[in-house]
């Protein structure tokens, strides 16, 4: 692993006890709630934010170790930081800015100028060298503080909401300048965003924070398709259900049932997940296959590009996904009582 860290710390009402392995060259995107830590863990990172507790090795080297009385100062760790709102300064020109981290480790006047340069080059802004940071865009100031991050080299790049500032048009075009030039990065990133597309489409491993402690980590395809919590499930759009599995069946808190096709390969704690798409609304209660059937009322209906997502509420409480001529047929608008019905076969059952 490129970055091994437990950071334990209290900051305010948040306890952060927090473990990550980030492997080298991986961009790792930490995701979560608000007030969970994100910032925090990395500020921590950087040495910003002394660790309580803890150890930080990034590349076999100790930046920080609490039972061994070592810590490394910020301005020597090989770390880079984007912070969110970029901090340029403003006294400064856009060539100085990313020259600055240079010229802080001790790299000549002219060679620092020479290297921000290039970095400068390779962002498309040599023509904003000479100007000050307010006569930048939005996109150009990102920019502008991805250059003096990266100017220096560092090992362990760390990206603090990069893109948050952006409206939605400029998001799109930064996240595709963004995910080009850490491609090219030969380091490892850790990154905060609030946005599940840009966390599914920059992120090689996705870390989720929530309450100040990691609850899930992996490859973003297999957090996707295997939330370990209501939160990670509701940024990937599916049912998430917590129950018992026995005898085929899964017992879920209040009394309720589920019954899933492959629950049988199972006994004790499950997850259980459904996806939208799979539960099927009636105004009157089903007949047939489905093994599944609640009572609920609608809830709330929500627009999901062509597709509605129906909030349905009750013993069960599931979210729907139909098209807009099942929401006229059915007049879910009115909202009133609705049964929800989901086949055995559309469960997905995996241990916690």
Same mark, same amino acid.
């Given at each position: 692993?490129?970055?091994?860290?437990?950071?334990?710390?209290?900051?305010?009402?948040?306890?952060?006890?927090?473990?990550?392995?980030?492997?080298?060259?991986?961009?790792?995107?930490?995701?979560?709630?608000?007030?969970?830590?994100?910032?925090?863990?990395?500020?921590?990172?950087?040495?910003?934010?002394?660790?309580?507790?803890?150890?930080?090795?990034?590349?076999?080297?100790?930046?920080?170790?609490?039972?061994?009385?070592?810590?490394?100062?910020?301005?020597?760790?090989?770390?880079?930081?984007?912070?969110?709102?970029?901090?340029?300064?403003?006294?400064?020109?856009?060539?100085?800015?990313?020259a600055f981290g240079l010229r802080a480790r001790g790299m000549a006047r002219g060679k620092a100028r020479g290297c921000a340069a290039e970095w400068l080059a390779r962002m498309g802004l040599s023509a904003q060298g000479g100007a000050r940071p307010k006569a930048l865009s939005g996109g150009q100031a990102q920019r502008v503080a991805l250059a003096r991050a990266l100017a220096t080299d560092p090992r362990l790049l760390l990206l603090d909401e990069p893109l948050a500032a952006m409206d939605a048009g400029a998001r799109v075009e930064l996240r595709r300048d963004l995910r080009r030039h850490?491609?090219?990065?030969?380091?490892?990133?850790?990154?905060?965003?609030?946005?599940?597309?840009?966390?599914?489409? &920059?992120?090689?491993?996705?870390?989720?924070? *929530?309450? #100040?402690?990691?609850?899930?980590? !992996?490859?973003?395809?297999? $957090?996707? +398709?295997?939330?370990?919590?209501?939160?990670?499930?509701?940024?990937?759009? &599916?049912?998430?259900?917590?129950?018992?599995? *026995?005898? #085929?069946?899964?017992?879920?808190? !209040?009394?309720?049932?589920? $019954?899933? +096709?492959?629950?049988?390969?199972?006994?004790?704690?499950?997850?259980?997940?459904?996806?939208?798409?799979?539960?099927?609304?009636?105004?009157v209660r089903p007949e047939g296959s489905p093994r599944n059937v609640w009572r609920g009322s609608v809830e709330n209906l929500d627009v999901a590009g062509e597709r509605i997502r129906v909030q349905v509420a009750g013993a069960v409480r599931l979210i729907a996904e139909v098209t807009p001529a099942a929401v006229a047929e059915l007049h879910l608008d009115d909202g009133g009582p609705i049964w929800a019905s989901v086949k055995a076969t559309e469960v997905t059952v995996y241990p916690t």
């Open positions: 692993m490129s970055l091994e860290a437990r950071v334990q710390l209290q900051k305010g009402t948040l306890a952060l006890d927090a473990e990550l392995a980030v492997s080298h060259g991986q961009v790792a995107v930490l995701l979560g709630p608000n007030a969970t830590g994100k910032t925090t863990l990395l500020r921590a990172l950087a040495g910003l934010v002394p660790l309580a507790n803890g150890r930080v090795v990034l590349e076999d080297a100790v930046l920080e170790d609490t039972e061994a009385s070592v810590r490394v100062p910020t301005e020597h760790r090989p770390v880079g930081v984007v912070f969110q709102d970029y901090l340029l300064f403003p006294h400064l020109t856009v060539l100085e800015n990313v850490l491609a090219s990065y030969e380091g490892t990133c850790l990154m905060v965003t609030h946005d599940p597309i840009e966390a599914l489409t &920059l992120a090689d491993q996705l870390i989720v924070l *929530e309450d #100040g402690r990691v609850t899930q980590s !992996g490859a973003p395809a297999h $957090v996707s +398709a295997h939330p370990r919590s209501r939160y990670v499930a509701e940024l990937v759009g &599916l049912n998430l259900f917590q129950g018992r599995a *026995e005898g #085929g069946a899964i017992e879920l808190p !209040g009394g309720q049932h589920l $019954v899933a +096709a492959d629950a049988g390969q199972f006994s004790g704690d499950v997850f259980a997940v459904v996806r939208p798409q799979a539960v099927a609304l009636h105004r």
